[in-house]
């Protein structure tokens, strides 16, 4: 997401910033259904810098689902 079009949906801030839930070691990554042994992919999350409010989450690796 383009941080400079966005405003929150909570409080109407601007200014945005993305995190990582998961690492290459997969804890917290999101895995296929049913597959124990996959590494799955970490997310990428973009919140609102003011009140928290999440604006997106994505698959940083959306290859590994197909």
Known sequence: ME???MNCKACGNDVFASGQIGSFT???NIR???SIM???SPLILTFCTK???AASIKVAKPEKFK
């Open 3 to 5: 941080n400079d079009k």
């Open 51 to 53: 009140c928290g409010e």
């Open 38 to 40: 996959a590494t799955g």
């Open 32 to 34: 296929p259904f049913g």
């Open 26 to 28: 997969s804890e917290g």
